[in-house]
Antibody, heavy 120, light 111 residues
Framework: QVQLQESGPGLVKPSETLSLTCTVS????????WSWIRQPPGKGLEWIGF???????NYNPSLKSRVTISVDTSKNQFSLKLSSVIPGDTALYYCARGIKFGVVDYFDYWGQGILVTVSS | SSELTQDPAVSVALGQTVRITCQGD??????ASWYQQKPGQAPVLVIYDKSNRPSGIPDRFSGSSSGNTASLTITGAQAEDEADYYC??????????????FGTGTKVSVL
């Protein structure tokens, strides 16, 4: 059974960089697409971006200038960095495994989420 | 990139049928997936590849699509189906890169 677990600081100061890691167990990271998705308190889901096992990335245009997603296949982990954070970046951050084929995309496994608060 | 629009809230009587819709230009080119999210929990995939159910998802959940609209139908809604539901699909940016977009979400109440 594939499991994903987010880790990182729960509190980040404004203008600093948010850094999170997702550890994948029960399966290899050397396949599939690996995404970060966030959810502000009481609001809907927002796709942040994805990386594949070879390191190719795509990002949400609204966040692209501040986002970096990387992968470490040796540790079965992928990571998110969001720079110059503001209070509006406060959210529950999820990592998820993505599958793409043909005209189909979906996320079949999700982490439990980690709440990151941006505050001084 | 486009948006996916859902009705904010719908209600259904116990045992009855409810349809949740998702509208957006990306759905003319790509299939939708659907996620159920209960309070305090991570989203769970309930429909993928337009109408397929993952293992463990009851067959009262079904999906369909026509034009720019995807639908999730719950036939014989149960109390445990009360949750937020989100659609999702691929999209492309102005450079042709693959993106991903979530719908605005629908809160389903089972009465």
């Amino acid at each position: 059974q594939v499991q994903l677990q987010e880790s990182g600081p729960g509190l980040v100061k404004p203008s600093e960089t948010l850094s999170l890691t997702c550890t994948v167990s029960g399966g290899s990271i050397s396949s599939y697409f690996w995404s970060w998705i966030r959810q502000p308190p009481g609001k809907g889901l927002e796709w942040i971006g994805f990386i594949n096992y070879s390191g190719s990335t795509n990002y949400n245009p609204s966040l692209k200038s501040r986002v970096t997603i990387s992968v470490d296949t040796s540790k079965n982990q992928f990571s998110l960095k969001l720079s110059s954070v503001i209070p509006g970046d406060t959210a529950l951050y999820y990592c998820a495994r993505g599958i793409k084929f043909g005209v189909v995309d979906y996320f079949d496994y999700w982490g439990q989420g980690i709440l990151v608060t941006v505050s001084s | 990139s486009s948006e996916l629009t859902q009705d904010p809230a719908v209600s259904v009587a116990l045992g009855q049928t409810v349809r949740i819709t998702c509208q957006g230009d990306s759905l003319r080119s790509y299939y939708a997936s659907w996620y159920q999210q209960k309070p305090g929990q991570a989203p769970v995939l309930v429909i993928y590849d337009k109408s397929n159910r993952p293992s463990g998802i009851p067959d009262r959940f079904s999906g369909s699509s026509s034009g720019n609209t995807a639908s999730l139908t719950i036939t014989g809604a149960q109390a445990e189906d009360e949750a937020d539901y989100y659609c999702n699909s691929r999209d492309r940016d102005s450079s042709g890169n693959h993106l991903n977009v979530f719908g605005t979400g629908t809160k389903v109440s089972v009465l």
